[in-house]
């Protein structure tokens, strides 16, 4: 699956080479959990302030700039494979979820969302034997025991970062931490895709559109407090552009409804309590992006492998907790008649197969690409999934395009390029900061 890309190998307490200890437990003790941020190619512990490191960003061909700029470059390579396959995926998981729904009748819209956002829980073991089989050649112990480190120390990396531990603090086990984050960054999740499913038989397909995706804007304006971002002209505008082609795309045509006659008679109060409820689902969604982010994403100059792995892993977790937690709700539903719950059975069942294992797809390398970049960015990439879903609506069915939906989602394109180029040129600094003071901090060491 999206782990295909991550050539890494998780090494443990031993180096697979030498069989050297890399780092004994006095040592670990007395380092904090930054002093692991970044980690080699293949996911292990470096520290920044080697003779090695000094080195290279004093020699002209190893400048700050110039390491800065290939750091950076490297995990937007990354990242762009991520972003074309949660494209992919969703499309799908959009195409048959609506099939299933509308065309063979199985409309259990908790149930749907229960079952996708469960299936999360499959990332990490298919993560697990796609990264074992890379690494055939070790034993099982050595593997599993350097998988275990890795996890181990990049959950103490990010639980650093949040509660600013001391050294002495950062060998404590991380479970609790991560256990306590997957709680509210899922229940923030799940409010905001379940309050789309409420929404959809209450407002107009256009509302619905416009409003949900106005879900880039809250994340721009969470990431502010939350995320320390400074407010920047060029993202401010990006975001705008963004939000005006998806109005387009949305109202562009006027009131024409979404050719199933649904949208006629959704008007005054009924119409305006699904846009609240769909707008505090925008709102939730943005903030989910940015708790994520926050919360659950190793610090800045963690190395691409050792990120992909652990969102992953994350992402696995979140399944977990819905899985474990979140059916609570189904027999409440069944209970009250507000659906009731009934197994998907022929077409639906396989169709319903496909739509979990594109979502699943989805959501891990949208959590990829939100560790790997930015949670602004990643929000407006997926608005790109409008027009895709628009051109295979076409292809399916063979009504043209709407002009508004050309030309919204050439805006939706445009602010997304903008975007990536301010995020690129923000990234890039930040490393350079990084870079330069690691060099003057081991500078001053000697």
């Not at 603090?169 to 923030?188: C, G, M, N």
């Not at 995706?213 to 502010?224: H, P, V």
Request: aromatic share 10%.
């Amino acid at each position: 699956m999206e782990m295909s890309m991550a050539h890494t190998s998780m090494h443990g307490p031993f180096d697979g080479r030498s069989r050297q200890p890399l780092l004994d437990s006095e040592q670990q003790g007395r380092m904090s959990a930054s002093s692991f941020r970044g980690g080699d190619a293949e996911g292990r512990p470096m520290l920044h302030h080697s003779r090695r490191s000094t080195m290279r960003s004093k020699s002209p061909e190893g400048s700050a700039d110039a390491l800065a700029k290939q750091q950076t470059r490297q995990k937007y390579y990354i990242a762009s494979g991520f972003l074309l396959l949660s494209l992919a995926s969703f499309v799908v998981q959009t195409e048959t979820a609506v099939y299933i729904q509308h065309d063979l009748g199985w409309d259990k819209p908790y149930c749907m969302l229960y079952l996708t956002h469960g299936s999360w829980s499959l990332l990490w073991p298919v993560q697990l034997l796609i990264l074992r089989l890379q690494k055939r050649g070790l034993s099982w112990e050595a593997f599993w025991r350097r998988h275990v480190y890795l996890l181990w120390t990049t959950g103490q990396m990010v639980e650093s970062q949040d509660l600013h531990l001391t050294s002495r603090e950062t060998h404590r086990s991380p479970i609790p931490y991560l256990l306590k984050t997957t709680a509210f960054v899922t229940s923030a999740l799940t409010i905001a895709g379940g309050s789309w499913y409420v929404a959809v038989n209450q407002t107009t397909a256009s509302d619905l559109t416009a409003i949900y995706n106005c879900s880039a804007f809250f994340a721009y304006a969470f990431s502010i407090p939350l995320l320390k971002e400074k407010l920047r002209l060029d993202k401010v505008l990006s975001v705008g552009v963004a939000i005006v082609g998806v109005l387009i795309v949305a109202y562009g045509d006027g009131d024409e409804d979404d050719g199933t006659g649904k949208d006629e008679g959704r008007h005054g109060a009924t119409r305006l309590v699904g846009n609240l409820i769909i707008g505090v689902g925008s709102v939730l969604y943005g903030l989910y992006e940015v708790l994520y982010k926050r919360y659950a994403c190793p610090p800045e100059g963690t190395s691409a492998g050792r990120s992909m792995i652990f969102a992953n892993t994350y992402g696995s977790l979140i399944g977990l907790f819905t899985l474990l937690v979140l059916w609570i709700p189904l027999p409440v539903l069944h209970i009250l008649g507000l659906e009731t719950f009934r197994w998907p059975t022929g077409e639906a069942a396989w169709m319903l197969i496909i739509s979990v294992i594109a979502n699943a797809t989805f959501s891990g390398s949208f959590l990829v690409l939100i560790s790997l970049t930015s949670p602004v960015l990643s929000s407006v990439a997926a608005l790109l999934t409008i027009f895709l879903v628009a051109i295979v609506d076409w292809l399916r069915t063979g009504h043209p395009l709407a002009k508004s939906s050309i030309a919204g989602g050439v805006l939706i394109m445009v602010a997304f390029f903008l975007l990536s180029w301010s995020t690129y040129r923000e990234m890039n600094e930040e490393r350079k900061k990084n870079i330069e003071q690691d060099a003057a901090s081991s500078d001053t060491d000697e």
